[in-house]
């Protein structure tokens, strides 16, 4: 006989967890459908594991680069890949079992099969060999199957080949390194095998880095990473690779280069494909997204699609959030996705994060905005950190003050922006944000400062004053 749940859940990444334990906290019986592991690509392959290693390569920056200038000596430091893998596993393990246990104790009950719907109110179980091995009912289903990486024909299948997952699980600091794609990923993870001792190569076919975001914060953090030893060729175009050999056309010019790993990081694709959609005539666009309303519903509304299935930035915590109104809205109650202010964080040294609308795109929009910058350089904490590069940046309505979007470039720029984020969903000000009181000494005195630094008030930077200023 079929088993019938008030919801089910096709996925057990961030998303998908949330949303489960949210809807037992609603009181809704609930089966969580998925062959892997609690947690998805985020805790095991990417977000978790990268940041574990991104620490790690810091640490030892420091102490080779940064100890002498504070007058402290350390002998070279080594890298025991073995113990620095086991390192990570360990944090991932830890957190795996804290979800699956918490799961556990909220009664999810889960299914480690992928799941293929059959029709609107039920699907199959597949085993690992693809075959249906049992049936489940339900009242309504969330779609959080996330998002696979992209592969790029020209790179074919050379066992030098390298993936953001391989790349996390090195065995070898690789000599010499190619990244394919100087976005996120490629940035953070080209940081990391720098400063574990790569000569790093970052290919990318745009002809600037991070077009959206602030050039001129971008050509600060592009010069420090330069810095570090990380070569860029941007306008690239990638034409084949052939065992270590990498063929592309810079410049005009063909040129080849022979790396010890090429890692590809063009990108993510749903995993849309194989869930039986068409069965219930739910159509995906043609990057695989799957269409839905301001509730996060499909056309069938009790059938809901949240995280990378949907189009948008894809990020965990976007992932988390979506998952949990689908659950409220699973119950009847009617929670429209309407964040304001959904923060992105570039986790290189220094961060690069954003929120909202940067001062480029306002100005695009043709939208009248007062920025308010605060450089980092003039905060007395940047400076016993030895981080004064980078600037806050914030954004604001040149009529009301609301604050629009934020950018920042330096140490602990994700708690910058995050606070920023909080101001916009609060429709805050930069009034509002100059009249908190922020400790001292602390990077959020920057925040504070930029804030001031909108009506040209910052006490720790020049200005004219605003009755003496023209308006820009």
């Not at 060999?129 to 074919?156: M, P, Q, V, Y």
């Not at 910052?458 to 003496?468: D, G, K, M, P, T």
Request: some cysteine; charged content about 25%; overall charge neutral.
């Amino acid at each position: 006989m079929t088993r019938s749940f008030d919801l089910a859940i096709l996925g057990a990444g961030p998303g998908g967890y949330s949303a489960a334990i949210r809807a037992r906290q609603l009181g809704l019986s609930v089966a969580l459908i998925d062959p892997g592991l609690a947690g998805g690509v985020c805790l095991h392959e990417g977000c978790i594991p990268s940041k574990a290693l991104l620490h790690a390569a810091k640490l030892r920056r420091m102490a080779m680069h940064e100890g002498a200038l504070m007058g402290l000596g350390f002998a070279q430091p080594t890298v025991d890949v073995a113990a620095l893998q086991n390192w990570k596993r360990g944090i991932v393990e830890r957190l795996e079992s804290g979800v699956s246990g918490l799961l556990k104790k909220h009664g999810v009950e889960r299914f480690p099969h992928r799941g293929r719907l059959t029709h609107a109110s039920g699907l199959e179980l597949l085993n690992d060999k693809g075959e249906a091995c049992d049936r489940l009912g339900f009242r309504n289903l969330i779609l959080a199957t996330g998002s696979r990486e992209k592969r790029l024909a020209a790179l074919g299948e050379s066992p030098a080949l390298w993936y953001p997952r391989d790349a996390l699980a090195f065995g070898k600091v690789p000599e010499r390194l190619a990244i394919i794609g100087a976005g996120i990923i490629g940035l953070e993870l080209g940081q990391l095998f720098c400063r574990l001792g790569s000569e790093v190569h970052l290919y990318d076919a745009l002809p600037e880095l991070l077009p959206r975001r602030d050039r001129r914060l971008v050509a600060s953090l592009k010069k420090s990473l330069e810095g570090e030893g990380m070569r860029f060729h941007l306008g690239a175009r990638i034409d084949a690779l052939e065992g270590q050999t990498l063929a592309f056309e810079e410049g005009g010019a063909k040129r080849r280069e022979v790396f010890e790993r090429v890692l590809s990081c063009v990108g993510r694709r749903p995993n849309s494909e194989g869930l039986g959609l068409e069965r219930i005539n739910i159509a995906t666009d043609a990057s695989g997204h799957v269409d839905v309303n301001v509730w996060l519903q499909t056309p069938l509304h009790h059938i809901f699609a949240i995280g990378d299935l949907v189009a948008g930035p894809q990020l965990a915590h976007r992932a988390s959030r979506m998952g949990l109104l689908a659950a409220e809205n699973a119950t009847g109650r009617r929670y429209p996705w309407d964040v304001r202010g959904l923060p992105s964080v570039l986790y290189t040294d220094p961060e690069l994060a954003w929120v909202g609308i940067g001062k480029a795109e306002a100005r695009e929009k043709g939208l009248e905005v007062k920025i308010g910058a605060f450089p980092l350089a003039a905060n007395g904490r940047a400076q016993t950190e030895n981080a004064t590069l980078g600037s806050m940046e914030l954004v604001c309505d040149r009529v009301d003050g609301r604050v629009l979007g934020a950018e920042a470039l330096g140490s602990q720029a994700e708690g910058l922006v995050s606070s920023v984020s909080l101001a916009m969903e609060m429709a805050g000000t930069a009034e509002d944000i100059a009249a908190a009181v922020w400790p001292h000494p602390s990077l959020f005195e920057a925040l504070g400062e930029s804030a001031e630094a909108v009506d040209h008030r910052a006490i720790h930077l020049f200005q004219e004053s605003a009755a003496r200023r023209p308006e820009a």
